[in-house]
């Protein structure tokens, strides 16, 4: 028997074939999406001993990333020092003609002329050294508390390097002897006094004031009517620059005692009394000009 139409023939079995093709490319791509599907859940899937040590290597992360900053930040400063003390010994004249006045209090603390206000020129000296200096600090002041900072950055280190060693990295106990070391002091404020530390926190372009963002309801803040936007000054008669002061006084103390608040209201201050422990607020932090 002779086949009749072959061209028709030809191109069903062609179509026949596509679609075999095309089937199969489909159902491939089916699989494969599937196959991805169970890798993602696998890979959701983990222990908590496995997130433990993930997040323990982003803690070991960001620490070395912070102490290799704080390295460069003393290595710049080591270095605009010896520039700067290089130039006041090629001029000297020049910085303690234009610097009268503070060459004159230079004098009086007996550090060396042209060395301060070669300082008090170059206005390359980062933010810190800025500040300390509008303070009428000289040079041997400042490397006293440089070196006040740089001790506790080194018993940071002890910690973290026993920690590693005897494997409580990254652990509660870490980060309790961690806030043991912090609580030990702000080496700037210790040494500056309140007042003046107020002016350096300024002048370094830091916040220097705790600011109410919203008061929580039925809290103890709202009873004795703080409001959005306060600014908490003093809390039983301690300085509140930080939100670490705030938490910490209202932490100190008797419970059942009445607390002395003091809060800056558009510019007057205002005097409230409050029991001791949490106030209900949420902080947020603000940067004011203490001769404001």
């Not at 072959?6 to 191109?11: D, K, Q, S, V, Y």
């Not at 350096?200 to 009517?225: D, H, M, T």
């Not at 509140?240 to 558009?266: K, S």
């Amino acid at each position: 028997m002779r086949i009749q139409n072959t061209p028709a023939l030809m191109l069903a079995l062609v179509l026949i074939i596509g679609l075999g093709i095309g089937w199969s490319i489909s159902r491939n791509s089916v699989d494969n999406d599937v196959a991805e599907k169970i890798d993602a859940i696998a890979t959701d899937d983990i222990s908590l001993e496995s997130l433990r040590l993930k997040v323990n290597e982003l803690i070991l992360i960001v620490e070395n990333e912070r102490q290799a900053r704080q390295t460069l930040q003393r290595k710049y400063e080591q270095l605009q020092k010896q520039l700067i003390v290089a130039s006041a010994s090629v001029h000297p004249s020049n910085s303690a003609t234009e610097n009268s006045d503070a060459s004159n209090q230079t004098s009086a603390t007996g550090s060396d002329e042209s060395t301060i206000n070669a300082f008090q020129n170059d206005d390359r000296l980062n933010e810190v050294q800025q500040a300390l200096m509008s303070l009428g600090m000289d040079t041997v002041a400042m490397e006293k508390i440089q070196h006040r900072v740089e001790q506790q950055e080194m018993q940071q280190l002890y910690l973290q390097n026993q920690a590693r060693r005897e494997g409580w990295y990254g652990t509660r106990r870490y980060f309790e002897e961690t806030d043991k070391l912090e609580s030990k002091g702000n080496v700037y404020r210790e040494e500056l006094g309140d007042r003046r530390y107020d002016k350096f926190l300024f002048q370094s372009g830091q916040n220097n004031r705790v600011k109410v963002q919203s008061v929580l309801s039925g809290s103890p803040a709202e009873s004795i009517g703080l409001q959005e936007n306060d600014i908490v000054y003093t809390y039983g008669d301690k300085r509140i620059f930080n939100w670490n002061d705030l938490t910490n006084a209202t932490a100190a103390g008797d419970p059942q005692q009445m607390a002395r608040v003091e809060v800056l209201r558009n510019g007057e201050l205002i005097e409230f009394y409050i029991k001791r422990g949490p106030m209900g607020i949420r902080l947020g932090s603000a940067r004011v000009d203490p001769e404001l």
